[in-house]
């Protein structure tokens, strides 16, 4: 079974100041896709990046990129020049790309929170 | 405008009386899902279909049904709340292995 792990359940940083956070995944699989997910308080669920693991360059949505380490199983998530919106709670979110089931299926890791500071 | 709805935003309601939680999308899309998150646990899948008429268990199904009548339309249904099902509960719709589109979430209360 797949799992996903965010080991920080909350961080902060400055506005304009970068921040990373990070997360890590468990799986037998080759092919799959990985997501962050961004909840700010009104409790949306708003994706904000996504990966196909079989593609080598890292994914990059304006001010957020990702650091995608396959061989590590890693998916960490970078946020530049943070902005005050960007505080909300982070999920990282993996999805197989095999048919059936588990396709479509997003296992997510618990969330950290972010707060960004004036 | 490409949504998912659910209704309604907020439910508080007593154990044991039986409540729907209504979820329509408008993308056409075939696969729907049930989340509920819970502080400290992230999203986890209730129930899903992958096309009209065909459903199948996630991974916390106990104490929910669901139904895929049209393709529009999956509502979750609790027979009997109980408080443990207190949750924020969240539909998603998607195309095979495209991102998942949540709705706004349901807030319920079981007392």
């Known amino acids: 079974a797949q799992t996903v792990t965010q080991s920080q359940p909350e961080m902060s940083v400055q506005e304009a100041e970068t921040v990373t956070l990070s997360c890590t995944y468990d799986?037998?699989?080759?092919?799959?896709?990985l997501f962050w997910y961004k909840q700010p308080p009104s409790r949306q669920m708003i994706l904000v990046i996504r990966q196909e693991a079989y593609k080598q360059q890292n994914a990059t949505e304006n001010r957020f990129s990702v650091n995608f380490q396959k061989a590590a199983k890693s998916f960490s998530l970078k946020i530049s020049d943070s902005q005050l919106g960007d505080t909300a709670m982070y999920f990282c979110?993996?999805?197989?790309?095999?048919?059936?089931?588990?396709?479509?299926?997003?296992?997510f890791g618990k969330g950290t929170k972010l707060s960004v500071k004036p | 405008e490409a949504q998912v709805t659910q209704n309604p935003r907020y439910l508080i309601t007593v154990t044991g009386k039986k409540l729907t939680v209504t979820c329509s999308q408008n993308m056409n899309h075939e696969y729907m899902s049930w989340y509920r998150q819970d502080p400290g646990l992230g999203l986890r899948q209730i129930y899903y279909s992958m096309n009209v008429e065909v459903t199948d268990k996630g991974d916390v199904p106990e104490g929910y049904k669901v139904s895929r009548k049209e393709k529009r339309n999956f509502p979750l249904i609790l027979e009997s709340p109980s408080p443990n099902q207190t949750s924020l509960y969240f539909c998603?719709?998607?195309?095979?292995?495209?991102?998942?589109?949540f709705g706004n979430g349901t807030r319920l209360t079981v007392t």
């Open positions: 979110a993996f999805m197989s790309m095999n048919y059936g089931g588990s396709q479509g299926n997003l296992i």
């Open positions: 799986t037998s699989e080759n092919n799959y896709y």
């Open positions: 998603a719709s998607s195309w095979s292995g495209s991102p998942l589109h």
